[in-house]
Each structure stands twice: as structure tokens, then as C-alpha cells.
């Protein structure tokens, strides 16, 4: 039985990658930031194994005890404020890069014996504001190229390990984090108007599903029309 290590799953994309993986009798473990969470997510999640660590505070992850063996570590947490960078607070800017990148990196090093063992798959859930960052985007935008560069460098590390690392680029998804990104917009949300979560969630699982002989470093996902 393969076993995933899946982060964000309180919500969105997240959710849907641990349910996916949960229900076809995959092995999965979860990440909640406080023994509260953690048992919303036992309660959501039957037969999930759920650990504590708050991706706010990356050092809190170095306690982790983790299986001896991880298929994949899906990264898909992420918090987002929006702002110019003549009034952006310093706390702003360190909130979003400490959940969006020194996290995943902390989480990713704590899980790498594990994904050595299985010669699992890193999956870093990013933005296309991870290739390019508009106006009141700076600090989501630079923690998410921080990101990038951490998938490349963690790539070409462990490639002889049998480690593999893929990046997924997501548009605008229709989930709660894009909702709140409206309110912060000052723009009215409609889901419909968005690439549905579902869809970067197959493309994720996919990643995690592909077969050995290849790999797959980069998947950008964009909108039909």
C-alpha cells in the first residue's frame, strides 16, 4: 500500500488530493497546525493518520515522526495577503514566507528518508504568480518563486536518490483561499469563473501516479478558454 504525507487538507485543493488518495485505500498522512485541527481532519478524514506541526512556525515541523517509507509529500498549504509593496507590513511578508516556502522545505527535509526508501515524489502545489507577479502580488509572488527555485535545487540533489520533483502551476482555482483573495480584490467571487479545484487535483494525483520511467518537472494549468 502506497503512503502519501498531504498538507493544505483542511480545504481545497488539498482536500481533494487526501480524499482522492484516502478513498482508494491509499495509506495518508495529514498535517494540522493544532490538536484542535487535527481532530477536524480525524473526523473528516476516517482512517487518516494525522500529525501535528503548525507551518507557521517551520521549526516546529523537526518533531515530526513521519512513516519509514512516503510515496509521495504533497505540498498544498499556502496562505496569501495582498498588498503594494509601499504598505505591506514586514509580517505579511514573513507570514507567507514561512508557510509558503521555508515550510515546505523544513517538511521536505524532515520527510526525505522516507522518500528516499520508497523513491517517492515531492509535489510543490504552486501559483502562476510563481512565474510572473502583478501589482499588489510581491510577497505571495516572491515565496512562490522562492518555491520554484526550491523544487529545482531539491530536484538535481536528490535525482540519484530516485527522489522525483514536480512543480504544478495552477491559475485561479475556485477554492476558499481564492475567495478570500476577492474580498481582499474588493471584487464579488463566482466560482464558475475559475478552473475547478478538481482538475488540479487529478493533475496532482496523476504526478504522484506516474509511472517510473519518466518525470515530470513542470505542469502549469490554465483555463480552456
Known sequence: MATH????????????VARTLLDRGDGVVLVARS???????RSSYDGAEVVVADLAFPESVGSLVLPDSLDSVVHAAGIVELGPVSSLSVEAWASQLRVNLVAPAALTRVALPALRAARGTVVFVNSTAGLSAGPRWSAYAASKHGLRALAD????????AGVRVSTVFPSRTATPMQERVHAQEGREYDAADWIRPETV???IVRLV???RDATITDVTVRPAG
Open 5 to 16: 504525507l498531504v498538507t493544505g487538507a483542511g480545504s481545497g485543493i488539498g482536500a481533494l
Open 35 to 41: 490538536e484542535e485541527r487535527a481532530e477536524a481532519l
Open 153 to 160: 535545487s531539491l530536484r538535481a540533489e536528490e535525482a540519484a
Open 201 to 203: 487535483a487529478d493533475a
Open 209 to 211: 501516479d506516474l509511472p
